[in-house]
């Protein structure tokens, strides 16, 4: 099955600053991704996603980068506040539809 | 909408009892998915359907575990007889044909004892 593994299980950030999680697949076939936010005792939701053909993608302070020569997809958090702390996963999508997620990268965040 | 909804939020149950999970999926989908999720293995997919129909069972780890999807509106995942390992929180996740993202449920917390 496919592998989608994170960097680091857990990152620290002061607030106000950047913040940027990473995430390795290894499906070189997988067409889209997506990144959750888990926050304790919630289901993993929905942050912002990008299909395979697009390098970049932004929303409201957050910015996915997908760089598929060296399967690599990154979620950068602009003036990470205390509310992003929670868990961040990327999840990949294969050719048969099925998602699979990583492991999770935990954000905490420094006031 | 209010969003996916899984019941009950925690469930306690002793070693060899059936439990029973439950979920609502979102109204007009038509894709359901059964996840588990543990610290040591993260979410794994368990099962998911389409249209009330089980596509792939492949991540059910055991003949104890069984999935049912009556309606379009509701599923459960059942697991028989219940064994200390199974402790996880179980969320369920629904999708619509076009939209690739999964909304989650709030999960339920199982502690077999």
């Known amino acids: 099955g496919e592998s989608v593994g994170l960097h680091l299980p857990t990152l620290s950030v002061q607030e106000g600053d950047n913040s940027i999680i990473n995430c390795a697949y290894s499906?070189?076939?997988?067409?889209?991704f997506i990144w959750y936010k888990q926050e304790s005792g919630k289901g993993p939701q929905f942050i912002i996603d990008?299909?395979?053909?697009?390098d970049k993608r932004q929303g409201q302070r957050v910015t996915v980068l997908l760089n598929k020569t060296v399967k690599h997809l990154s979620l950068q958090i602009a003036a990470t506040q205390p509310g992003d702390s929670a868990v961040y996963f990327c999840?990949?999508?294969?050719?048969?539809?099925?998602?699979?997620f990583g492991t999770g990268t935990r954000l905490t965040v420094i006031p | 909408d209010a969003g996916v909804i899984q019941s009950p939020r925690h469930e306690v149950t002793e070693m060899g009892q059936e439990v029973t999970l439950r979920c609502k999926p979102i109204?007009?989908?038509?894709?359901l998915f059964w996840y588990r999720q543990t610290m040591m293995r993260g979410l794994e997919l368990l099962i998911y359907?389409?249209?009330?129909?089980?596509?792939?069972d492949s991540g059910m780890p055991e003949d104890r575990f069984s999935a049912k999807m009556p309606n379009a509106s509701f599923s459960t995942l059942k697991i028989q007889p219940s064994e200390p390992r199974d402790s996880a929180v179980y969320f369920c996740?629904?999708?619509?044909?076009?939209?690739?993202?999964?909304?989650f449920g709030s999960g339920t917390r199982l502690t077999v004892v």
């Open positions: 990008i299909r395979s053909n697009m």
């Open positions: 499906n070189s076939a997988s067409d889209y």
């Open positions: 999840a990949e999508r294969d050719g048969a539809n099925n998602l699979f």
């Open positions: 109204s007009g989908h038509d894709y």
């Open positions: 359907f389409n249209n009330n129909v089980p596509i792939d």
């Open positions: 996740a629904s999708s619509s044909t076009g939209y690739y993202g999964y909304t």
